[in-house]
């Protein structure tokens, strides 16, 4: 079975869905390093989740580099999407990119 159409709609709804509730925070807000990290850990759900994803991209972003059937381009376009939208984004990218076009 032919993943890579699943894999594309997800990156796709992977990179929409995050920003459709940060951009209005980043318009209200402005770039606020410290004010963001702070809403990071405001709570214990909320530092659950964000460790959870901080590791999640972590370990995405070492899975990317030590990837042996990826060009270093595709490698740094899942590095860059994991860094600026997040795993939602980068993890379906990347499976995409090394899913067989076969099958």
């Keep these: 079975m032919?993943?890579?159409?699943?894999?594309?709609?997800?990156?796709?709804?992977?990179?929409?869905?995050?920003?459709?509730?940060?951009?209005?925070?980043?318009?209200?807000?402005?770039?606020?390093?410290?004010?963001?990290?702070?809403?990071?850990?405001?709570?214990?759900?909320?530092s659950f989740f964000s460790l959870d994803v901080l590791i999640s991209a972590l370990v995405l972003v070492i899975a990317t580099i030590v990837s042996k059937g990826l060009s270093s381009g595709k490698k740094a376009g899942i590095i860059v999407a994991t860094c600026l939208i997040g795993v939602s984004s980068g993890l379906p990218l990347y499976l995409y990119l090394t899913a067989s076009k076969e099958r």
């Design 2 to 46: 032919n993943m890579r159409p699943l894999y594309a709609a997800l990156a796709i709804v992977g990179t929409v869905a995050p920003y459709t509730v940060f951009l209005p925070w980043l318009v209200e807000n402005g770039i606020a390093p410290d004010l963001f990290l702070s809403a990071m850990f405001e709570t214990n759900i909320s």
